[in-house]
C-alpha cells in the first residue's frame, strides 16, 4: 500500500513562486511515474506534469510550460514541483498521482495541498 502526502502550499502574489513536495510511504517508489495533478473550484481536475521512473523524461501542460519544474528525489521517496511565476488561474488544489498500472491511469493520490495566488 502507498501513501501520499503533499505539502507547500499557500498564498502568494502573483508573480511569486512556490515549491510543493509529495512524500510517499511504501516501497517501489523509483519504479512508478507520478505525476501533478490540480482542480480549480467549480472545474475538472487537470493534469500538470509527470516524471518518469527515472526522472528523465517530464512533460508539462501547455499552461505551465517554461514556469513549473517536476523533479524527484527517490533517495527520499519525494517529488517535487517548482512553481515560478505564478498567476491568479494557478489556484486551485494540488494532488499528487503515482500509477503502478495501466499508464496513464493513477491508482494513488494525495489528499491535496491548497495554493492561492492573489492578483
Known amino acids: 500500500q502507498v501513501q501520499l502526502a503533499e505539502a507547500g502550499g499557500g498564498l502568494v502574489q502573483a508573480g511569486g513562486s512556490l515549491k510543493l513536495s509529495c512524500a510517499a510511504s511504501?516501497?517501489?517508489?523509483?519504479?512508478?511515474?507520478m505525476a501533478w495533478f490540480r482542480q480549480a473550484p467549480g472545474k475538472e481536475r487537470d493534469l500538470v506534469a509527470t516524471i518518469s521512473r527515472n526522472g528523465e523524461a517530464t512533460t508539462y501542460a501547455d499552461s505551465v510550460k517554461g514556469r513549473f519544474t517536476i523533479s524527484r528525489d527517490d533517495a527520499k521517496n519525494t517529488m517535487y514541483l517548482q512553481m515560478n511565476s505564478l498567476k491568479p488561474e494557478d489556484t486551485a488544489v494540488y494532488y499528487c498521482?503515482?500509477?503502478?498500472?495501466?499508464?496513464?491511469?493513477?491508482?494513488?493520490w494525495g489528499q491535496g495541498t491548497q495554493v492561492t495566488v492573489s492578483s
Open positions: 498521482a503515482l500509477d503502478v498500472g495501466i499508464p496513464g491511469e493513477y491508482d494513488y
Open positions: 511504501g516501497r517501489g517508489f523509483s519504479d512508478y511515474v
